[in-house]
């Protein structure tokens, strides 16, 4: 299907060392945390709201590292609200 397809391409996209897995490492340099307020008021560490962005793809257990599997589900949860292919195509592409 077309849109696990482009889910794949993302993950392959954000897996920067091709571990067959994404974690905080490869995450570090796409998502700038340096202005996150958590950050900046020194409640948190970069490394934590790195870990709590990975969290949000990781559907199996919290363990810091989100397969493909856990990919795809992520993106088929919020496929099922996007009517549009071309729509999906374009969120993930962003």
């Known amino acids: 299907e077309r849109r696990e397809q482009m889910a794949l391409l993302a993950f392959d996209v954000l897996d920067k060392d091709k571990s067959g897995v ?36 990781d559907c199996g257990e919290k363990d810091g590292k989100v397969t493909p599997s856990e990919f795809k589900r992520y993106y088929a949860n919020i496929s099922a609200s996007v009517d549009l292919d071309d729509y999906f195509e374009l969120m993930i592409r962003n």
């Open 22 to 57: 994404v974690d905080v490492d490869d995450i570090v340099g796409m998502y700038n945390v340096e202005g996150n307020l958590e950050v900046l008021s020194g409640k948190k560490t970069k490394n934590q709201v790195l870990r709590e962005f990975l969290d949000t793809f």
